[in-house]
């Protein structure tokens, strides 16, 4: 199956500092990747959807300034978590869809990225 | 609106006795089903997917689930548990095709455990 990287797996950050993640698939182009949040022995909540070189659909309740989401390639999807705090501190993953033709395939998933903010 | 309900936050199951986790999903069109599973502090991998066809899918690791429409349900079984089988198991439903507006959307988990 498809690869998709995310880096880093685990980061630590001071309170008030940036954070950014990076979503990439190797082995394909990726249409649309997601991204998710996973709170501990909890599941997947969707935060926002991109479409590579448009702007990000965000859930509701999701706070579009604060993650930010930047799709600027059809292999690159980063999320910066701005001014962060330590109720932000979660698991962090997310997704990418190629496209075979005109069809989409199924989405495949990276290994997540850890966030203690301190 | 779609929905998952995972019947169950934990199973415990003895080694090689049979695996039985339950999904039920709520979609007003004929949805695409997945099992995925998921190690501590890892992604997230697809056990197997129903998108059309046969209703019996038939997954890895020798995992298999069952779309009955009738019931709703995408129950995910295994004849005979190992402990590698140990995990967090996530029920999930999308919109028929791929396309880029198609969200999946999880069900709560439910964590397998194995005793020996």
């Known amino acids: 199956g498809a690869v998709v990287s995310q880096h880093p797996s685990r980061v630590i950050c001071k309170s008030g500092t940036s954070v950014k993640i990076e979503c990439r698939s190797l082995d394909f182009q990726a249409t649309t990747m997601f991204w998710y949040r996973q709170f501990p022995k909890q599941s997947l909540m969707l935060m926002a959807t991109s479409n590579e070189g448009s702007k990000a659909t965000y859930e509701q309740g999701v706070e579009k300034d604060k993650f930010l989401i930047n799709h600027a390639s059809l292999t690159l999807s980063t999320l910066t978590v701005t001014s962060a705090h330590p109720e932000d501190s979660s698991f962090y993953i997310c997704s990418a869809r190629d496209r075979t033709g005109t069809v989409n395939t199924e989405a495949f998933f990276g290994q997540g990225t850890r966030l203690t903010v301190v | 609106a779609q929905s998952v309900t995972q019947l169950g936050s934990h199973v415990s199951v003895s080694e090689g006795a049979l695996v039985l986790l339950r999904c039920n999903y709520s979609s007003s069109v004929p949805p695409y089903l997945f099992w995925y599973v998921q190690y501590p502090n890892q992604g997230l991998q697809l056990l197997l997917k129903?998108?059309?066809?046969?209703?019996l899918v038939k997954g890895i690791n020798g995992f298999e689930a069952e779309f009955k429409k009738s019931e709703t349900s995408f129950h995910l079984t295994k004849p005979s548990a190992h402990m590698s089988d140990a995990a967090e198991y996530f029920c999930?439903?999308?919109?028929?095709?791929?396309?880029?507006?198609?969200?999946?959307?999880f069900g709560s988990g439910t964590r397998l455990s194995i005793r020996p």
């Open positions: 999930a439903v999308s919109d028929p095709g791929y396309s880029s507006a198609s969200k999946i959307i």
């Open positions: 129903y998108t059309t066809g046969a209703t």
